[in-house]
């Protein structure tokens, strides 16, 4: 059984709540008070949730491994 999660963040200072991650993966993110957030903060491992978190125009979101701690998007925030 595979029970590896990816920890899911929105830096809400950062975030200009355009709406590009909630318009591209509603299961995951939603904009709530002009800012997006994700639907849940825990998630298991979705390749959409890395390609919205890379094309985000601030880069304000960030997925972590949860069990290594591994920033996985932005790359080189690790």
């Known amino acids: ?3 590896t999660r990816w920890l899911v963040e929105v830096n809400r200072r950062t975030c200009i709540g355009s709406g590009v991650c909630a318009s ?3 299961g995951h993110f939603t904009v709530v008070n002009g800012k997006s957030q994700p639907v849940e903060e825990r998630v298991e491992p979705d390749e959409e949730v890395l390609d919205i978190a890379d094309m985000c125009p601030m880069g304000a979101i960030r997925v972590v ?3 290594s701690g591994k920033v996985l998007v932005p790359e ?3």
């Open 65 to 67: 491994d949860e069990a």
């Open 24 to 26: 591209a993966v509603p």
């Open 76 to 78: 080189d925030d690790a």
């Open 1 to 3: 059984m595979d029970t």
